[in-house]
Each structure stands twice: as structure tokens, then as C-alpha cells.
């Protein structure tokens, strides 16, 4: 029994905390409403059924006083023609009608007091079932403004349903953003590696080895460049000119030290007669310094 007993009581608080959960405070209170109103509405049905009865009674009692009146009025005529006898029998009648008038008279009174408590009673519902209307309204108009409250708080800061959910919705597309970042980066890496090969690229083999003949006669420049600018000047005779100065510089006396003279750059000799070699003359020189890199560190 024990056991049983605090199965019931778990079930019951159970059900009670779903209840309360699902239980929405504007339903029962438009409920209660509801319910009052069919009260009040009882109250006046028995107030009319009560009002009937005193209507049907007070009929009633109109026939038996005009029955009353007409039986005087025989006995009357009875004696009149020396008929006591039926005077007599008419006063009798009438005797009669007068006890049930007595009888319709108690009722009567009676239903009237029934009559007039109901309809105190109509009108004190009727207060309390208007005063309820107003509390509810007024119940109901809280409880929706602290619901708004509620939700566009939970909304602001982020602890609401629809508002974890886009959380979470970002978090996942910036992790994916970031994933696909760190793959675009890797593949780029192992394409300028080798370890990868670009399916865009030219898989020709003469174009390959053009590319990279190309790529040699550069280098053979280049170096050719930097081994003309480290060489030294030849020695100049005395009085006269030392070439490769510009405008031409006289030959110092017996005994005095040269100047420091500034560092020059060697003119390059277009040495290669290729077209690949071709770049580091002419017009075309300027527009590939852009893509070399040893233009720059020669003048450093």
C-alpha cells in the first residue's frame, strides 16, 4: 500500500507539472468567465420560472374572486324571490372559494418573497460576474505585456529558442567558412610546391622544356650582369683618360691619392643572340625589371 501510495503521489505531481506547463493563465481565467455567466444565467431562469408561478397563482386567485362576486350576486337574486334555500347554497360556494383564496394569498406571498431574493441575488451576480470581467481583463492584459517582456529579453540576449538556433546557425557557417579557407590555402601551397599538379596548366613536354631554356638563358643574364658589375676598372695610363667615367676623368700627378669615385653601373652588353636573352636591352628591358629579381639587388 505504501509503494502504491507514492506511485499515485509521483504520478500526481507528474501531471500537475505538465498541467502547469500547458495551462495558459488567459484560458482559465476566460473559463471562469464563462462559467460565472451560465450561473448567472440560471439565476435569472429560476427568477422568470418563479415570476410565472406568481402570475398563474394571481390569475388564478382574479377567477375565483370574479366566481366569488358572481355567487353573491345569485344568492342575492335567491332571496330576492324568496329562494333561501339557494341563497344559502350560493353563500356556501362562495365560503369555499373564499379558504381557496386564502390558500393562492399564501402562495403567493410566498413566491413573492422567493421572487425578490432571487433578484437580490441576479443583481449581486451580476456585480460580481462584471468586477470579475474587469480583473480579468486586466489579468490578462499583465500577463500578455510580462510574456512580450519576457520573450524579447530572452530574445536580446540570446537564450531564446529562435535565437540559439541562428547562433548556432552562424557558428556552423563560419566553421565551414574557415574549413574551406584552410583547404583553398592548402591546395595553393601544395600547387606551388609540385606536390600537386594544375589540371588548368600546359602538359605539352616541348613547351615544358622551352619554359625552362627560357628560364636558364634568363638566369645566364642575369648572372652575367652582377659578374660585369663586380669586375674592376682597368688601370688607366697616366694622363690619360679612364674609361667608363663619364665624361672622361684627366690622370692624377706623380704622388697624389685618387679621389673616392662614386660606383657606376657597367652598361649590360646584350651578349645572347636568342630572343629569350633579348629582354635585358633595348625597350624591352623596362618592362621586364618588373618580373627580375636581380636588377634590384645589383643596385642595392
Not at 690622370?251 to 691619392?257: F, M, Q, R, V
Not at 660606383?263 to 627580375?292: K, N, Y
Request: glycine fraction near 8%.
Amino acid at each position: 500500500m505504501g509503494v502504491m501510495k507514492r506511485l499515485t503521489g509521483v504520478l500526481q505531481a507528474k501531471a500537475n507539472k505538465v498541467m502547469d506547463r500547458v495551462e495558459d493563465p488567459r484560458e482559465t481565467l476566460d473559463l471562469s468567465y464563462e462559467k460565472q455567466l451560465e450561473q448567472l444565467q440560471q439565476v435569472r431562469r429560476g427568477v422568470a420560472d418563479v415570476a410565472t408561478a406568481r402570475k398563474r397563482i394571481e390569475l388564478q386567485a382574479q377567477g375565483l374572486q370574479q366566481s366569488a362576486a358572481k355567487l353573491q350576486e345569485q344568492a342575492r337574486q335567491a332571496l330576492a324571490q324568496n329562494r333561501e334555500d339557494l341563497a344559502r347554497e350560493a353563500l356556501s360556494r362562495r365560503a369555499a372559494l373564499s379558504t381557496q383564496l386564502e390558500q393562492l394569498r399564501a402562495q403567493h406571498e410566498q413566491l413573492v418573497q422567493q421572487e425578490q431574493g432571487l433578484v437580490a441575488t441576479t443583481q449581486a451576480l451580476q456585480a460580481r460576474v462584471e468586477a470579475f470581467r474587469t480583473q480579468k481583463e486586466t489579468l490578462k492584459a499583465s500577463y500578455t505585456a510580462a510574456q512580450a517582456q519576457t520573450r524579447i529579453g530572452e530574445a536580446v540576449s540570446g537564450i531564446s529558442e529562435s535565437m540559439t538556433d541562428t547562433g548556432m546557425a552562424m557558428q556552423r557557417a563560419q566553421d565551414k567558412i574557415a574549413q574551406m579557407q584552410a583547404r583553398a590555402g592548402a591546395v595553393d601551397e601544395l600547387l606551388a610546391s609540385g606536390t600537386l599538379t594544375d589540371l588548368t596548366g600546359s602538359s605539352d613536354p616541348l613547351q615544358a622544356q622551352l619554359d625552362k631554356a627560357s628560364q636558364t638563358s634568363q638566369i645566364e643574364l642575369e648572372l652575367a650582369q652582377m659578374k660585369g658589375q663586380l669586375a674592376p676598372p682597368p688601370a688607366a695610363p697616366t694622363g690619360a683618360l679612364t674609361p667608363g667615367a663619364p665624361g672622361g676623368a684627366a690622370a692624377l700627378p706623380d704622388g697624389a691619392e685618387p679621389a673616392e669615385a662614386e660606383p657606376v653601373e657597367a652598361e649590360t652588353v646584350d651578349e645572347t643572340p636568342s630572343a629569350s636573352a633579348g629582354t635585358g636591352s633595348g625597350d624591352g628591358a623596362a618592362g621586364d625589371d618588373l618580373f627580375s629579381l636581380g636588377s634590384e639587388g645589383s643596385n642595392s
